[in-house]
């Protein structure tokens, strides 16, 4: 018996990579009438076995000879692609290659004129429809859509980015992040994982401008009357549990285990929150459709009210699009921030030229003189906007995107050559390869020896001169494309640019103006470092590197969870 049991599973174990290797070959025919380079990937990244089964499977792969896994390992674990960066492509050859999987053809690129010439042809590429339903969990919404679907929505959730809305947001970001420091005050002001605050302070945000719902630090935990959870820890643990809410929904109930009944609980709040909100303006309907001036909620939800043949949209659209919005637009812009304050805690030499900057901008004007119309457009101009590029360059906290192509397609690349792509064929930006590829971005702040040493992690490179002297910007100047879009590009970029730009341009001219971001240095450091402050300093910012690293993981965002303890200094004079 088990026997006939052995042999049967052996059989089926043989026919399934007979099928896999014929369904290889079978893709790699088409993919090599593109031209570009192909190679043979025995899985395709996105197949459940594998995105279940990859941790214990990859580290005896990676004892394979190089050869029977260059380059199909590294663009395969989508998980690890921002670390991998440019190295697929350094072993390919090429900056554009198709992976023939056995399920899809998909191309996989960093070269800027490729990214350029897919999102030109929005009627022959589109979102990966498989891809981005998974998002509309409470309904279709402004990215699980394509086509005149997707214009739809577009138009009802571009409407709620208002100067108006900028302008509120750079006043409420600025009081969230002083309130903010205040109360690190009360806690010692030593923050172990700035992340969590900075998606705590990006959601009150994202709360206060377009839910009109304002959070503040000492309710976060306020559970109101008639719910369960609080406002802002539902949607934390929606998106903690996203990958099930988004698979089974309402059918967690079902589950007896003490994660999915969490993941349930959340997922049924954060849906009465949404109710209650779109409640509240439908409350005042006729006197919010008059509003020249509506919030995103108030946008959302009047179109889909009115019933004009032109904006409507049925209510699970319209709450698809207020999580959508809520989700999109502040896990984004927390990890950017989170990300720039270690780096200057990492380069105090460019936390002193931010605060250059503000102080000449602000010339002894108080916090609350500031203004969205005098002082926004000025930072633009010079350290505090060069930092946060250089901080998006390195840290991408959207590390691909994707489309598929509906139709064929014509795509030049860099060197002028045209590629015909079949209909039906994956393409992956990867923007961390784009962004970090030694052929096109100088690398002038470590030594190769450094370099080795410190195993080539991102924060080495750190240096936002290249943005102050564009001479030095990139190698390619005739480059006729952006090379540079960390909010996509094309009909489907980022509705929300202006608002996180405003949102952290605000937040660090609050921080940087009267404070100092300092990485701490334990007692033991500085023990082991015989009692020298300097040595010892150096040692906890060789480690604040290398866990810049090496503890990064690749969730929705890019984002670092593990602790590197950073303290707020009042600073003098
Ligand atoms: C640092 C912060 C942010 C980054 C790096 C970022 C980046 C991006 C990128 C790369 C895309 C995809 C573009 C494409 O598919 O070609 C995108 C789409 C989107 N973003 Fe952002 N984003 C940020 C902040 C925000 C904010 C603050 C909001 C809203 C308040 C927002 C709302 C959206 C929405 C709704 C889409 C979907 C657009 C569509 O499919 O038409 N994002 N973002």
Not at 268 to 294: C, F, G, H
Not at 382 to 394: D, F, H, I, N
Request: glycine share 4%; proline share 5%.
């Amino acid at each position: 018996m088990a026997n006939s049991i052995a042999l049967a599973f052996a059989c089926l174990a043989i026919a399934g990579v007979f099928f896999r290797f014929t369904a290889i070959r079978k893709n790699a025919k088409i993919a090599e009438s593109t031209g570009f380079k192909v190679f043979y990937s025995p899985v395709y990244m996105n197949e459940t076995w594998w995105l279940f089964l990859h941790k214990f499977i990859v580290p005896f792969l990676e004892l394979l000879p190089s050869p029977l896994t260059r380059p199909w390992l590294k663009t395969a674990q989508r998980w690890r692609l921002w670390h991998y960066s440019y190295e697929p492509f350094e072993e390919a050859g090429s900056d554009t290659i198709v992976m023939a999987t056995p399920s899809v053809n998909m191309i996989t690129t960093c070269d800027p004129v490729v990214i350029n010439q897919i999102v030109s042809q929005p009627r022959k590429v589109q979102q990966d429809p498989k891809i981005m339903k998974l998002l509309a969990i409470w309904g279709d919404n402004i990215t699980s859509t394509d086509g005149e679907e997707w214009k739809h929505h577009r138009r009802v959730v571009n409407a709620g980015f208002t100067p108006a809305i900028h302008a509120m947001v750079w006043e409420e970001a600025s009081e969230q992040a002083q309130t903010l420091i205040d109360h690190w005050a009360t806690l010692g002001s030593v923050v172990p994982v700035v992340k969590i605050w900075m998606s705590k302070l990006a959601l009150h945000v994202v709360s206060a401008t377009f839910f009109h719902k304002k959070l503040t630090w000492k309710e976060v935990d306020h559970v109101p009357t008639g719910h369960q959870m609080g406002f802002e820890q539902a949607l934390n643990t929606v998106i903690r549990h996203l990958q099930p809410i988004a698979l089974l929904k309402a059918r967690l109930k079902w589950l007896p285990f003490k994660t999915t009944q969490e993941a349930y609980t959340a997922f049924s709040e954060w849906t009465a929150y949404m109710k209650e909100l779109r409640q509240i303006v439908l409350d005042r309907l006729d006197e919010t459709a008059k509003k020249p001036n509506k919030s995103l909620l108030e946008s959302i939800v009047v179109a889909g009210a009115t019933g004009e043949a032109k904006d409507a949209l049925p209510e699970d659209h319209a709450l698809g699009n207020l999580f959508l919005t809520a989700l999109a637009g502040h896990e984004t812009t927390a990890n950017t921030m989170a990300f720039t304050i270690l780096l200057l805690a990492v380069y105090p030499e460019w936390q002193r030229r931010v605060q250059e900057q503000l102080d000449q901008q602000f010339d002894g004007r108080e916090r609350l003189q500031w203004s969205f119309d005098q002082d926004y457009q000025a930072l633009q101009k010079g350290p505090v906007w060069a930092v946060l590029k250089e901080s998006m360059r390195l840290y991408n906290v959207v590390q691909h995107l994707y489309r598929k192509t509906v139709a064929p397609t014509t795509l030049l690349d860099s060197q002028g050559v045209a590629h015909e792509v079949p209909a039906g064929t994956l393409c992956q930006f990867n923007l961390g390869a784009i962004w970090r590829n030694p052929n096109r971005w100088t690398s002038r702040t470590a030594t190769d020896k450094r370099r080795e040493k410190m195993r080539n992690c991102p924060a080495l490179d750190f240096d936002p001169e290249r943005w102050l002297s564009n001479s030095d910007l990139v190698n390619d100047q005739d480059l006729h494309v952006p090379r540079f879009f960390p909010f996509g590009q094309g009909p489907r970029q980022c509705p929300g640019e202006r608002f996180a730009m405003v949102e952290m341009t605000s937040v660090f001219a609050t921080v940087y103006k009267n404070y100092s971001v300092e990485l701490v240095v334990s007692q033991e450091k500085l023990k082991a470092c015989g009692g020298d402050k300097e040595a010892a300093w150096e040692s906890a910012r060789e480690g604040a590197i290398r866990t810049l690293s090496e503890d990064i993981v690749s969730n929705i965002n890019l984002e670092l969870w593990k602790e590197l303890p950073i303290q707020i200094v009042k600073r003098h004079g």
